[in-house]
């Protein structure tokens, strides 16, 4: 069964706009990482958030994480057109710490 | 250039004849793993790798297999194919503590029609 689940499973937003996306897991874990997927590529790695961390930033990413909650958000702030991609979560945990899970993703579309 | 290399990348292929799509790693890593991707579930893990001989099941491995035999590659072999095989796969690979303490790195992808 898949750890993690994205919310909104789509997303469509203006060029300039923010976009936030959710991502909610049933089990305690030791990181959660996003990831973005171009059109059927490769998953590239945006950002790692550790479990005693609460926020990160990356240039436009902001990451939070609340194990109370057991959900990350990302926000993609000043959105492009080049942002136009599915976002994932990842985590481990659960009773196996080697087993990493991906959730069904988030798509977004960022009009120009 | 670090990189994950996959082969091939398209494949075409008829029920029960056996495959293997090879993946390779130019990182030293010793986390590798296999993913597939179908419209709306996401990335499934199918199996990973911690080390040289060290494989386990992710959560859909019914119908493949894999070998570890160098710390490179790490092959995947559908020794029966079926339709509902038919998908995108991705392998990946990162250093090791457990499973999301590093960046998957991911090859480009396989896509697998089984008809």
């Known amino acids: 069964s898949q750890q993690g689940e994205e919310d909104p499973q789509a997303l469509s937003i203006q060029e300039g706009e923010n976009a936030t996306m959710n991502c909610s897991y049933k089990t305690s874990i030791n990181n959660l990482q996003w990831y973005r997927q171009n059109s059927g590529r490769g998953l590239v790695h945006l950002i790692l958030i550790r479990s005693n961390e609460r926020e990160k930033h990356s240039g436009r990413l902001r990451v939070t994480l609340d194990t109370s909650k057991k959900s990350s958000s990302l926000l993609i702030t000043a959105s492009r057109a080049a942002d136009t991609a599915s976002y994932f979560c990842?985590?481990?945990?659960?009773?196996?710490?080697?087993?990493?899970?991906f959730g069904a993703g988030t798509t977004v579309t960022v009009r120009a | 250039e670090a990189q994950v290399t996959q082969n091939p990348r398209y494949l075409i292929t008829v029920t029960g004849k056996k495959l293997t799509v090879t993946c390779s790693q130019n990182m030293n890593h010793e986390y590798m793993s296999w993913y597939r991707q179908d419209p709306g579930l996401g990335l499934r893990q199918i199996y990973y790798?911690?080390?040289?001989?060290?494989?386990d099941k992710g959560d859909v491995p019914e119908g493949y297999k894999v070998s570890r035999k160098e710390k490179r590659n790490f092959p995947l072999i559908l020794e029966s194919p079926s339709p509902n095989q038919t998908s995108l796969y991705f392998c990946?690979?990162?250093?090791?503590?457990?499973?999301?303490?590093?960046?998957?790195?991911f090859g480009p992808g396989t896509r697998l029609t089984v008809t």
């Open positions: 990842a985590t481990d945990g659960g009773s196996n710490d080697y087993k990493l899970s």
């Open positions: 790798s911690m080390n040289v001989e060290v494989t």
């Open positions: 990946a690979s990162s250093l090791l503590s457990t499973a999301s303490s590093y960046e998957q790195y």
